[in-house]
Structures are given as structure tokens and as C-alpha cells.
């Protein structure tokens, strides 16, 4: 019966999709909604977008083992993340009237930058997009009790968000967003006051949290953790403002102010929202405390699915599951969506230049496709990976890559082309030495990469106009002195 239910949600927000792709009528559309989504859509499509499978799953799993400290990097940085966009990047973006992100860098640095700018961006989805797709297939497989595999599982769901994705783009992602943050706000906040009461009270709760020292957040005063702790933070709060779906929400707006305030709003939203999954795992550990250790040592992402089946009625495990399905499926079509218009646009076109703007709507249906399959073959393959691990290591490579250069290019007005270029390189190159080697170890990879990406711009914008400068200078006391 569940199964059923689960399977005619999936159904409603497919037709609700479908009935939004009618409002696509060429590639703007698509990609940004042609620019018409009010204030209040920009807040729900930013949260939902950030509201995924490690928010419900990874991140309480995290949070037990780990406390406050261990999730830094998600749900604080993520949520900072919107917050700074909103503060310091949309009002700029959304003047520039563009459809990319990487357009962005075309515009600034040239060709080349916008080229290696959109690999890094499309490969930082590959372990995002999967980590919902494998989140997906994790669901189907407990609602089944086994019957469906994950594999299969994760099939069934990427073919749902497809169905409607691969027709409507943004108009499609951002009218369910709209649906599915509500049924997820609603479904999660009810389920936190049935298990509140199930383990004899919210004090109850808190104080076992405190007991176990979850809420400890800074970590031990060693350079060493200190270092580790400040990497993890920036990963993401940093690590995702380049990136094509923060983008999308922005330059989807109808105003500058919805742009710069969707996502604050979006943003202190997330990281208030966040605890509600948090509070539910240290619930479980207070209702049914042996089958939660035994499967906090096995998997931990499945204490709260395993609390729902197990110990609340069946009206509660309805609430769940379509909450869960509302936040895995908005993220995942955000991010399906994402990387498949920076290829055709900034990719694509730089070998098939488009003659029609019909052309260029079939190329990015086409793209959301075949992306779909390497995300689903991605996924498979990396079956057993925590999805707060498949999270986590998406944001590194748009870190030390295309941060700096998007900053840089905004509030300086000398970087240049070679400064861009240098800041990529080094960064990247820095980042790959430290993970391959024992020094990654002793000191983040991404914080050197991104120290490397700073040195690579200024040196990289400042070197040549210093030579140029000084040879000027040379030429001039010569011709003084004859």
C-alpha cells in the first residue's frame, strides 16, 4: 500500500511538471524560466534545491557520530553559501543579463576559461547528482522490503524526474519545488512532534544530544584539526557559488531584489530546517535504542528510514516518505538540469554553433539526457560510498578552480585572462599533489588548492604588468640619458 502511494506521488508531481513544460517556449525558458519566477518561488526552488538525500540522510547520520563540528561543511556552509550569493553576487549577476555561469567567464576571461570553467562545474555535479540518485534507489529498496534492488530503485527514479525535467527545464523544476518543499516542511515537522512524544518528550531528546556531547562544534585547538575544520566549512559555502544550479535560481528571478534576497531568505531557511532531520535520529536512539546502534554500526542513513517503517503508523510513514521523495527529487532535477545547459551552451557551441533557438531547446533536452545516464552509471558503480561523502567531494574542484577567478573578475579590476588561467591551474594541480600524496593528510587538500588559486591570480594579473612596467620604465631613462 505505501509502495502504491509512493508510486501515484511520483505520478501527481510528473503531470504537475508536464503541465509547467507548456510554459517552455524556447531555450531562455528552459534554462531560466525566462526570467519570470516571483520572490517567493526563488526562496522555495533555493531551499528545495539544498533540501537532498544527505540533508534527510547523511547529515543526522553525521551529526551522531560526530556532532555539531562534523557537519560544518553541511548544512552551515551550504547554507552560507546562499547567503553570500544573495550579499555579494546576485545584484551583480543578474545586470549581466546572462544564461550560464560560465557565460560569465566567456564574458570576463575569453573562451579558454569558459571552457575549463564548465568541466570543472559539470564534473563537480557527477558525485551530487548521484548521491540523490543513489538516495532514490536506497528508498525503493526499504519501501519494497528488498523486492526492488537499488539499482533498480535508482532507475525507477531517475526515469520519474526525466519524465518531466527533460520537458519543462526550470519552469518544471521550480513549480514542484514549489509543491514538494511544502510537503517536505510539512511531512518532516509533523514527524518531529509524533517522535518527540514517542521518546517521552523534545527535553528528552536535547538532553541526550548534550549527554552525548552532540552539539560540541569546534574542533580540538591542534593547527592540524583547526585546518581540517575551516577546510570543511569552506568546501561547500564556497566550493557551490560557482556553480550552474545557484546560478539558474538567481538569474530565474523577475526582479533584482528577488535574485539578491531568494536565496538569503532560501539560505537562513536551510540551515533552521536542517536540524528537524537531526532531531529525528537522536529521537530514535531514545525509541528503539538497540536496533538504532546496530544500525548506526552498519549504516547509519538508515536509522531514520528503519525508525519510520518500524515504530510510527502508517499515516506517519506516508508523511516520510513523500517528504523524502520531495527532497531528493527537487534536488536531483536542479542538478540534472544544471550541468546539461552549461554543456550545450558553453560547450556544445563552440563546435555546433546553433542556427535556431529551437536547435539549441532540442540540444539541451538531449544533453539532460544523456547526463542522466552517466549520472545513473556514476551511481551504480559507486554503490557503498556515504552520500555525505559523494557530497562533500563535489564541491572541491569548482573550490579551487572557478572561485577565485568569479571573485576576483567581480571586485578586481585588474585581474586578467593569464591571471584566470594561472589561478585554475595552480589551484587544481595543488589540490591533485596534496590528495595523492601523505601531505593531504596533514593539511586539507582544497584549502592549499585554493591558497595556490589566490597566488596563481594576483601573481599570475600583477607578473606581467610589473615586467611591462618596469621595460617601459628602462626605455624611458634610456632615451632621457641620450
Known sequence: MLLTLVFVYLLVTIAIGLMAAKRV?????????????????????????????????????????????????????????????????????YKMNLLTISDYYRER????????????????????????????????????????????????????????????????????????MIILVVGLSVLAVFAA??????????????????????????????????????TIMLGSIPQQDVFQRVMSANSEHAAKWGPVIGGVCYILFAFVPMFLVVSALIIMPERAATLMAEDPQKVLPTLVMEQMPFVMQVLFFGALLSAIKSCASATLLAPSVTFTENIWRQFRPFH???????????????FSAVVLSYAIAMQGT??????????????????????????????????????MVLGLLTWGLFLATPAGEEF?????????????MIGGSLGPQALTNRHGQHHHLAGTAR
Not at 514517542?198 to 556531547?213: E, M, Y
Open 444 to 456: 586539507p587538500a582544497q584549502l592549499a588548492g585554493l591558497a595556490a588559486a589566490l597566488v596563481g
Open 197 to 234: 512524544d514517542q521518546a517521552g518528550g523534545a527535553d528528552k531528546v536535547v538532553a541526550l544530544a548534550i549527554d552525548r556531547d552532540m552539539f560540541a562544534f569546534f574542533p580540538e585547538p591542534s593547527f592540524k584539526d583547526i585546518a581540517f575544520f575551516i577546510a570543511a566549512a569552506l
Open 386 to 423: 556515504s552520500i555525505y561523502e559523494m557530497v562533500s567531494g563535489a564541491y572541491q574542484v569548482p573550490l579551487v578552480g572557478a572561485f577565485v577567478p568569479l571573485v576576483f573578475g567581480l571586485y578586481w579590476s585588474s585581474a586578467t585572462t593569464q591571471g584566470a588561467i594561472f589561478s
Open 25 to 93: 517556449k524556447s531555450s531562455a525558458d528552459f534554462a531560466i524560466a525566462g526570467r519570470h519566477l516571483p520572490l517567493v518561488m526563488i526562496i522555495t526552488t533555493t531551499f528545495a534545491t539544498w533540501f537532498g538525500s544527505e540533508t534527510v540522510l547523511g547529515i543526522p547520520a553525521k551529526f551522531v557520530n560526530s556532532g555539531l563540528g562534523g557537519v560544518v561543511e553541511d548544512p552551515f556552509g551550504a547554507g552560507t553559501c546562499l547567503i553570500l550569493v544573495g550579499v555579494f553576487f546576485a545584484a551583480k549577476l
Open 356 to 370: 535556431s533557438d529551437r536547435e539549441e531547446l532540442r540540444a539541451m533536452r538531449i544533453t539532460v539526457l544523456a
Open 109 to 180: 576571461y575569453g573562451r579558454v576559461v569558459e571552457v575549463m570553467c564548465s568541466v570543472m562545474i559539470m564534473i563537480s555535479y557527477l558525485g551530487w547528482v548521484s548521491a540523490q540518485v543513489t538516495a532514490l534507489g536506497l528508498v525503493f529498496n526499504v519501501l519494497s522490503g528488498g523486492a526492488i534492488s537499488i539499482p533498480i530503485g535508482m532507475v525507477i527514479g531517475v526515469v520519474s524526474i526525466l519524465a518531466y525535467t527533460l520537458f519543462g527545464g526550470m519552469w518544471s523544476v521550480a513549480v514542484t519545488d514549489f509543491i514538494q
